[in-house]
């Protein structure tokens, strides 16, 4: 059993600007501890968490890896990115943190580098025009809001993945039943032939939610 | 925190700037030194990822001499111990990385690179 991280360092005003790590983020905790035998052995070189938040997955899978692996986290917002530094300090775990949209800085010289890339998207379903502001904003509506089908922001990182992946890498998707779940896997087997499965799925209130993990 | 390894990854990504984007370089920087674990696995892995002369160069411009200009075909265990310490232990905390090519200025504050580009800056 692996520890969830201590959280304890961020308070309700951290929660005003970040989202707090609830049902999904466990979910995704959990899948990663279910493979946390095959990821060990697989022995990742880097690790890179998109949209880190509380930085709660980086610091568990940290957890899971240790010293062997370099954590890159990215988040548009600000107050995310001094969380994740804060909660990677409070569990001893290096995160690198950097204040940037997807990936973007790391393309250059991380193609096809990357063994393990992890993504909790804002996968709501909402108004498109919600979505794009809240992008805009940089705040914690940003972590939810996916518009339409709660895609918006998905899409564009599934765009990008196929560059960044390494041969023997794999990517681990957070994704909502309205999401449309064989479509993406589909999409991915189609255009980039990355495989995909499904590790584990939860209802939690009115989300069904499911862990898909993509490889080559 | 920005090690020298993260460093080592980042390009400058604003709009058409795709070709000597790399490294970004340091300017009024205040750096940390803090102690981390030595993995000489980790690094030996690494080695094949870092692009070498701009880690010697930038751990130079911070006044750190202890690697050498090539990379070295023999690894010993003062090699790593150097690596470990400018890879690793070396945080630039405060300061601005600036695009070699299209002069872009990338600040850092409280250890965390500012890479965001305004939506008609990217490419």
Partial sequence: ?216 | MVRLITHNLLACHAKGCTSNNFPLAFSNVQIEIREAEFNPEFLKNFIPKIEWKALVDTARQLGDTSLPLEQPEMIDDDFLKNLHHVLLETHVEEGVMTCPNCKHEYPISNGIPNMLLAEHEIG
């Fill in chain 1, 1 to 216: 059993m692996i520890p969830t991280p201590d959280l304890s360092h961020l308070t309700s005003s951290d929660y005003e600007h970040v989202y707090e790590p609830a049902e999904d983020t466990f979910l995704l905790l959990d899948a990663l501890e279910e493979h946390a035998d095959e990821l060990k052995q697989m022995a990742p070189l880097t690790c890179l968490e998109v949209g880190s938040g509380s930085g709660c997955v980086s610091s568990f899978i940290g957890q899971i890896l240790g010293s062997s692996t370099l954590y890159l986290c990215t988040d548009i917002n600000t107050h995310a990115c001094r969380c994740t530094r804060r909660t990677g300090t409070q569990n001893k775990v290096p995160l690198e943190v950097v204040h940037t949209s997807f990936a973007y800085p790391f393309h250059a010289r991380l193609k096809h580098s990357i063994d393990i890339i992890l993504f909790n998207p804002p996968y709501v379903p909402t108004q498109m025009e919600e979505m794009s502001g809240a992008q805009k904003l940089r705040d914690i509506e940003g972590s939810w809001a996916g518009g339409n089908d709660g895609m918006q922001v998905t899409n564009k990182f599934l765009e990008l993945v196929d560059d960044l992946l390494s041969a023997r890498g794999r990517v681990y998707l957070v994704a909502l039943k309205e999401n449309n779940i064989p479509e993406i896997q589909t999409r991915m087997a189609n255009r980039y032939k990355l495989q995909s499965t499904i590790v584990l799925s939860r209802r939690a209130g009115r989300e069904h939610l499911s862990i898909i993990c993509f490889h080559r």
